[in-house]
């Protein structure tokens, strides 16, 4: 199956101070890859959308400033949290999709995401 | 408003069968699925129907009734490693998918 990689799978980093999340899809190329935040005993809340070589696309809440995305390539996107907080600790996991098209143009209704391993993330 | 509703936790007991229930209310429709999360893990996939009916691969089976917007997730001969969290997401008319908060599944001795 096709495997989508995180970087780094932990990271401790200091209030005030920046952090790079990248999501790889290894085997595929991912047109569509989404962002996911999990705090403990919760269930994912999808963070942003990210479509390669345009803008991502926020979920209302998200501060589009303090996670920056950028899905540069059809492999690789990041996630960028910029003047991390205490509150920003949490369990990250980015998602792919490989968008197929069927007769005409249609989006394939074989549809799978395939998630990354997730990053924790803790802001001291 | 979009809404998925799944129990919070259960227990079962190990070789016995377990289901959990999930219903969904989304803008448009286009697939249900069903995730296994370990803890501190990301969650892996389990199965996707979008056609009303039983969908069987090996000891797990997942059913759909688009009319009633229910799905099931079924675990027969249960196993220690089958404690997790399981997932149900249904994917609306923009192919996003819509969460459920997760059911804890415990399994017993």
């Known amino acids: 199956g096709a495997v989508v990689s995180q970087h780094p799978s932990w990271v401790i980093c200091k209030s005030g101070t920046s952090v790079k999340i990248e999501c790889r899809s290894l085997d595929f190329q991912a047109t569509t890859m989404f962002w996911y935040r999990q705090f403990p005993k919760q269930s994912l809340m999808l963070m942003a959308t990210s479509n390669e070589g345009s803008k991502a696309t926020y979920e209302q809440g998200v501060e589009k400033d303090k996670f920056l995305i950028n899905h540069a390539s059809l492999t690789l996107s990041t996630l960028t949290v910029t003047s991390a907080h205490p509150e920003d600790s949490s369990f990250y996991i980015c998602?792919?999709?490989?968008?197929?098209?069927?007769?005409?143009?249609?989006?394939?209704?074989?549809?799978?995401?395939?998630f990354g391993p997730g990053t924790r993330l803790t802001v001291t | 408003g979009q809404n998925i509703d799944q129990p919070t936790e259960m227990t079962a007991t190990e070789g016995a069968i377990v289901q959990i229930n999930c219903t969904y209310q989304?803008?448009?429709?286009?697939?249900l699925f069903w995730y296994q999360q370990h803890a501190g893990e990301a969650p892996t996939f389990l199965s996707y129907n979008v056609l009303d009916g039983l969908e069987e691969k090996g000891r797990f089976s997942s059913f759909l009734s688009r009319s009633k917007g229910y799905s099931y997730l079924l675990l027969k001969e249960l196993q220690m490693k089958d404690s997790a969290s399981y997932l149900c997401?249904?994917?609306?008319?923009?192919?996003?998918?819509?969460w459920g908060a997760g059911t804890k599944l415990i399994i017993k001795p």
């Open positions: 997401a249904a994917l609306d008319s923009n192919y996003q998918l819509i």
């Open positions: 998602s792919a999709r490989e968008t197929l098209t069927g007769l005409a143009g249609a989006p394939n209704f074989d549809y799978e995401q395939y």
């Open positions: 989304t803008s448009g429709f286009n697939g």
